[in-house]
DNA sequence: ACCGCTCTTGACCATCTGATCAAGAATTAA
DNA sequence: TTAATTCTTGATCAGATGGTCAAGAGCGGT
């Protein structure tokens, strides 16, 4: 077993190189089926890893499945954080939502990761969902109630504001499916889709 | 086997009972668990009926999942098909993003079960997604588009709206839990959603 | 009451899958 | 080189699960 005597959990070149493929492999297998619709052979066959292999680095399959969803969590808020209140809204909101929409074209296994998590009930992350993520977004929401108080927003609830920016744009790697079977696979999906959430909200949210 | 000499597949009243039955567990089910999260046995507890029993109706477990998508597809499409080009369009389009909504709001499970089918790649109704909904879709953007045209809507790409449609009332359904985590369980959720999200897309949409 | 058909079920099976373990190979530090 | 530690794996197990089957119970028309 890889170190346990209390204090330092240094690690082993071979270590956090195999931790590394196994989490990618994951992300690969989990993101595709969902948690129970994903075997460990298929994980560890993806890195090239024996199964008994990879459970000695990654002792059950709820633990590799956890620590995927803790290794990508603090990335996926990070353009919510960047949102500057001291900023201009109209720029602050277009950054986050380019910023959001291209993680979606970049990362939609990430996307769709979370997304089966959640819609299973959350039952690895409930807490973050309810402690960190609930602290974020209410700090935001608080932003963003200010730049309409202040005028330079046109008023909507904050807080389905943002859930409304989170599901325009997780969508398309979320659906990705269903869009391109109704689109016909076209090449400048994202661009377009980009083009026209920003219409949406940002010329929706422009005070007249 | 209940009949199957080519002609009239004519239902009993035990037959048609019980199918309705298992259908209802199975949405119950499937919704929460996705399809290889689910097993038979749960949904033939939840019903009431042995498992054999529950496999005299339906073969397999992907006969019950396939049969409960189309049982609740047409449904699904409704608003959609009663979105009428001779209507006015901002009545229409609110009409249209009320009644999903509601649907979120009144039918969660049938929405999380087309999430899960979707999200892994829709196996089970790819051709649909290719076929009728894609020319409905077609349909109606085509419908959009012209009211667009003669100026009582702002452009943007209607497909896309479409999409922002479906994205932000379904969020409500699919990702219930995480809203609930962020929110706290309030009472009025729908309604203060309903009114945010039509204000978006009706007040962003009126033309200046 | 009778008969054919539908419905129901306990027992059972094959397979899949998460997890363990002992033993051997590779690596590292001295 | 050597010894301790880390890494790797074939074999194996226990439980879960989809699906089968034969036999019996129930129902409906006559």
Redesign the pocket.
């Known amino acids: 077993?890889?170190?346990s005597d209390g204090t330092a959990p240094r690690?082993?070149?071979?270590?956090t190189q195999?931790e590394e493929l196994i989490l990618a492999a994951a992300l690969e297998v989990f993101s595709a089926y969902g948690f129970?619709?994903?075997?460990?052979?298929?994980i560890a066959t993806k890195c090239?890893?024996?199964?008994?292999?990879?459970?000695?680095?990654?002792?059950?399959?709820?633990?590799i499945y956890v620590a995927l969803l803790e290794h990508t969590l603090t990335d996926w808020l990070e353009p919510l954080r960047a949102m500057d209140a001291e900023g201009d809204p109209i720029v602050e909101l277009s950054n986050y939502i380019t910023a959001k929409i291209r993680m979606s074209r970049d990362n939609p296994k990430a996307s769709r990761l979370f997304a089966n998590e959640i819609l299973h009930g959350a039952p690895a992350i409930g807490t973050f969902l309810k402690g960190p993520l609930k602290e974020l977004v209410d700090e935001k929401a608080a932003v963003i109630s200010g730049w309409m108080d202040s005028g330079r927003l046109t008023r909507i609830d904050p807080h389905h504001l943002i859930f409304s920016i989170w599901s325009t744009t997780q969508h398309y790697a979320d659906f990705d499916v269903q869009v391109n079977a109704v689109l016909g696979n076209p090449p400048d999906l994202m661009s377009k889709a980009e083009e026209a959430i920003l219409t949406l909200f940002i010329e929706g949210l422009k005070p007249r």
Chains 1, 2 share one sequence.
């Open positions: 077993m890889p170190h690690k082993t070149r071979i270590q195999n129970r619709g994903s075997t460990v052979d298929q090239g890893l024996s199964k008994p292999n990879l459970l000695y680095y990654f002792r059950r399959k709820e633990d």
